[in-house]
Structure formats: structure tokens, C-alpha cells
């Protein structure tokens, strides 16, 4: 029970609430860092997400891909973070 209880707690600080540092979760840390791989950057054409996601989720965050995707869009999503740090384009997220 007690090492249950060591688990659960790290997994919620560690995972699931934002870093205080920059209000990151870890999924979203992995995916700016395989964009940054990527070379991607704003005066970049754009590319696939499905290019990213099996990047970051090859590399990085082998947890499933909806996950990714999740995350990705709510960054480019205007009304989720102050700045968006996803520029989406077509219907990226709907």
C-alpha cells in the first residue's frame, strides 16, 4: 500500500501537473524538443503531424499516439495557452 502510494505520487508530480518552471507537461517538453530535431521552425513550410507524432512517439514519449496528437493541438489552440506554441494549419484539431 505504501509503495502504491510512492508511485501514485510521483506519477501526478511528475506526469500529470504542469512543471512550474515553464507550465509544461512532459509530452508537450518532448514534443517542442522533436520539432526542434526536426529543424522545424517558423520560416519552415509545414509538414505532416503523423511526421511528428511518430517522431516523438519513436524517440520519446512511447505511450500511444492520440496522446500526442492531444497535446499538439491544444498548443496551437489559441484559447488554451496564451501563446500558442503550435502554428496548425487546415483543420488541425477539428
Known sequence: RESFLDYAMSV???RA???V??????VHRRILYGLNEQGMTPDKPYKKSARIVGDVMGKYHP???????DAMVRMAQTFSYRYPLVDGQ????S
Open 90 to 93: 487546415g483543420n488541425f484539431g
Open 12 to 14: 501526478i508530480v511528475s
Open 17 to 19: 501537473l504542469p512543471d
Open 63 to 69: 505511450h500511444g499516439d492520440s496522446s500526442i496528437y
Open 21 to 26: 518552471r515553464d507550465g509544461l507537461k512532459p
